[in-house]
Every structure is written in structure tokens, then in C-alpha cells.
């Protein structure tokens, strides 16, 4: 079985399982940030596989200033759905003979109470899922923000992806709907401690109990590429 074969084969899993994206890319240039607890393993797994699962629009429509109930059980489900998507699909590339290391879609770590294993969303970039979105998370072609990802990391030789080469053009509908103002006119002017002290602040409102916001996602439009006649890198 051909490399892209296998590719295929993996996508089709994903797909049949709730997926709406798959990309793949190499992580050399990115391993070095990942946590102890992978770091050595994930030198062995030159492979990344990023997928998205998307958010339902009706879920975040019910947003009003702040997260809720509903969205917080569906944002845990989506999580749970991405999880066992990378399992099914550790097992799969098992199965073939190589080794595969699938890393939990939102775990933040008790010394790390601000990230997780690895960024998925530098993975999902690199991959060619979308690009880097003013209100710092990936902006999909078709999905604007409204996707979660995962990552599978493999020895197992994949067929990598180009870089999309998006961007938001002069969309600013983020920028509007941030509590905080923490979103600027720039991916890079994105203000990180702004963002992560508000998505606290709603997790102790109305024991909520979920580091969760949500906020900008449901005003992400997914046709910002082909409004702006954008491409993706060959």
C-alpha cells in the first residue's frame, strides 16, 4: 500500500467518525516545544496528523456575552469525538506495523495550567487546515474557527500537505464580539494574557467549572477565502 493510499485510507476514517478536516505535515521544526512527558517519544514520530471536528453553529448561536451550559457540554463531547477519532486511528496505523502517539485534544497539565501537550493549532497550520486567525486560533477556509482539532504523531510515512496561505483579510467581526478587546488588527497583535484571564473569569461565573469562552467563534464567517479570492500554496 502506497503511502498516499494509506493517507486516504486514514482520512476516510476520520471522516467516517465525525471529522471534517485532515492534514498532515512534519513536526522536526516543532518538536522541541512539546512537553517532557512526549518529547522523547515524539522524536521517534516525524509525522503529524492534524483533524477538526466541527462545532455546531447552533450550539454557539445560543451564546450571549458569555459560555453556557449547552456549549460546554458540547464543547467536551467534541473533545471526547477527537479523542477517540485519534484512537481509532493509533490502532489503525498499529495495525500496519508502525507506532502511533495520539495526543489528547484539550488536556492542559497540572504544571502547565495554560497548555497542553503540544499547540494543535501550530500543527493545524503547518498542516494546511487554515491559517492564523486575528482571534489567535485557525481560521478554516470552510470552517472559519468553529473547529476543534487533535493530532496523531507517527512514524508512519504520509503524504504532506501545502501551507495555506490565507489570511482574514478586512474582516474584524472577532474584533467586535471579544469582551476584552483582546484581538487586534493582526494575528500578531493578538493580546494572549488579555484572552486567558477573561476564559477564567467565565469559568468561576456561575460554576461554570470549564476554561472555555467561545465567544468570537460563531462570527468566524467560512467563506473568507473565496471572498477574497485567496489560494492555498502548491
Known amino acids: 500500500m502506497g503511502f498516499g493510499n494509506v493517507k486516504e485510507e486514514l482520512r476516510q476514517l476520520a471522516v467516517d467518525q465525525g471529522a471534517a478536516v485532515m492534514g498532515v505535515c512534519r513536526i522536526e521544526e516543532l518538536a522541541e516545544k512539546f512537553v517532557p512527558e512526549i518529547k522523547e517519544a515524539a522524536s521517534k514520530l516525524p509525522f503529524a496528523v492534524s483533524i477538526g471536528v466541527a462545532l455546531q453553529r447552533a450550539v454557539?448561536?445560543?451564546?450571549?456575552?458569555?459560555?453556557?451550559?449547552?456549549?460546554?457540554?458540547?464543547?467536551?463531547?467534541?473533545?471526547?469525538?477527537?479523542?477517540?477519532?485519534?484512537?481509532?486511528?493509533?490502532?489503525?496505523?498499529?495495525?500496519?506495523?508502525?507506532?502511533?502517539?495520539?495526543?489528547?485534544?484539550?488536556?492542559?497539565?497540572?504544571?502547565?495550567?495554560?497548555?497542553?501537550?503540544?499547540?494543535?493549532?501550530?500543527?493545524?497550520?503547518?498542516?494546511?487546515?487554515?491559517?492564523?486567525?486575528?482571534?489567535?486560533?485557525?481560521?478554516?477556509?470552510?470552517?472559519?474557527?468553529?473547529l476543534r482539532l487533535a493530532t496523531l504523531l507517527t512514524d508512519l510515512k504520509l503524504e504532506t500537505d501545502p501551507v495555506c496561505d490565507g489570511d482574514c483579510g478586512p474582516c474584524h467581526a472577532c474584533r467586535k464580539r471579544c469582551p476584552v478587546e483582546a484581538i487586534g488588527e493582526t494575528a500578531a497583535d493578538f493580546q494572549l494574557d488579555k484572552c486567558r484571564e477573561q476564559v477564567f473569569r467565565f469559568s468561576r461565573e456561575n460554576n461554570l467549572g470549564q476554561a472555555i469562552c467561545g465567544l468570537c467563534l460563531n462570527c468566524c464567517p467560512g467563506d473568507i477565502a473565496r471572498k477574497h479570492g485567496l489560494s492555498r500554496k502548491n
Open 60 to 146: 454557539l448561536e445560543t451564546l450571549d456575552n458569555r459560555p453556557n451550559e449547552i456549549y460546554k457540554s458540547h464543547y467536551r463531547a467534541t473533545n471526547t469525538q477527537l479523542d477517540t477519532i485519534t484512537f481509532l486511528m493509533a490502532q489503525r496505523v498499529s495495525k500496519w506495523g508502525y507506532n502511533a502517539l495520539p495526543i489528547p485534544a484539550s488536556r492542559l497539565l497540572p504544571l502547565h495550567p495554560d497548555r497542553g501537550h503540544l499547540n494543535h493549532r501550530e500543527i493545524a497550520f503547518k498542516a494546511g487546515l487554515g491559517w492564523r486567525g486575528k482571534n489567535n486560533l485557525l481560521v478554516s477556509p470552510v470552517y472559519g474557527s468553529r
